[in-house]
């Protein structure tokens, strides 16, 4: 009978100690990512025994790859959270918006955390965090299309709803050649992962159904020069980096990287009727309305 009196005070010493402390989880999460919004919605719950006092809850935007500067962060502050209910955070990530973090375009998931510098003594520090990945929109990343698939001047393809239509190449001076070629590829001169598409001495038109308030795409470009046609204004020149900054078709243009025989980003912004990119030794991929 002293055996089980001493296991039983033992047992509720240990229930105190251990068992009455606040847990802290993100019970629901929702994003809204797209031209307009970019928000996410939590709720943070108390799940455990006792009242939790002031922790911190990150809303992080993921990205692949990671901005150098600007890092996409909205952190907000709980004072406190009595056991078993629950608090709505909300988090807008449109004021972060900013060419050092490629506009927000390398995020491709939400990941909330709660009480990441520990300031609450948990029972459970395990399950602080929940994560979705952005909605998904038309994209043109080329997953669709058979890997070596190669398409020649006149060639019309879809590719997430979105109709891409082969064109002719201007070298410069009006010397427009109808020889070049696009490959579906699988090696990711572009810097994204899966496919993407060599883009040599041919123009890729977009077709994306309607204007767009903005675009995006990830670049491998290893020599020759390059096209770009926004909203009817034709540009031929020799680098990516050439164009940073400036206006065409009366769309502002943003370059990460560019300088030749390298990777970067292009992001356009303005409304964008029609589109189109190519060059010579130019892989693309993730082209994102």
Not at 97 to 111: S, T, W
Not at 158 to 170: A, H, K, L, R, Y
Request: aromatic share 10%; hydrophobic share 40%.
């Amino acid at each position: 009978m002293k055996v089980v009196k001493i296991f039983s005070l033992v047992f509720i010493l240990v229930f105190l100690l251990v068992g009455c402390k606040p847990d802290l989880v993100v019970k629901n999460l929702n994003v809204t990512w797209d031209a307009a919004n970019k928000k996410a919605k939590a709720e943070i719950a108390n799940i455990g025994n006792k009242d939790a006092g002031s922790f911190e809850v990150y809303f992080n935007g993921v990205e692949d790859p990671v901005s150098p500067n600007r890092r996409p962060q909205v952190s907000n502050n709980i004072p406190t959270l009595a056991k078993g209910n629950s608090k709505i955070l909300e988090a807008d990530f449109a004021p972060l918006v900013h060419p050092d973090n490629n506009n927000l375009g390398n995020v491709y998931k939400i990941l909330v955390l709660v009480d990441p510098k520990n300031a609450v003594e948990e029972s459970n520090e395990n399950n602080n965090e929940k994560e979705v990945p952005i909605p998904a929109t038309n994209c043109v990343d080329f997953e669709q299309q058979v890997l070596d698939t190669v398409y020649h001047v006149g060639n019309i393809f879809t590719e997430s709803g979105v109709e891409i239509n082969i064109q002719s190449f201007d070298w410069g001076g009006g010397q427009w050649t109808n020889t070049g070629y696009a490959k579906i590829e699988n090696r990711q001169f572009a810097g994204h992962t899966g496919q993407d598409i060599q883009v040599n001495n041919v123009n890729l038109s977009f077709n994306f159904g309607g204007p767009r308030e903005s675009l995006s795409l990830r670049f491998g470009e290893y020599g020759g020069n390059l096209n770009i046609n926004i909203n009817g204004d034709f540009r031929n020149f020799q680098d990516f980096a050439d164009i940073n900054g400036a206006t065409i078709g009366g769309v502002t243009i943003s370059v990460a990287n560019g300088f030749g025989n390298d990777r970067g980003f292009l992001q356009l912004s303005g409304t964008i009727n029609s589109f189109a990119i190519g060059g010579q030794e130019l892989w693309i991929d993730h082209v994102c309305p």
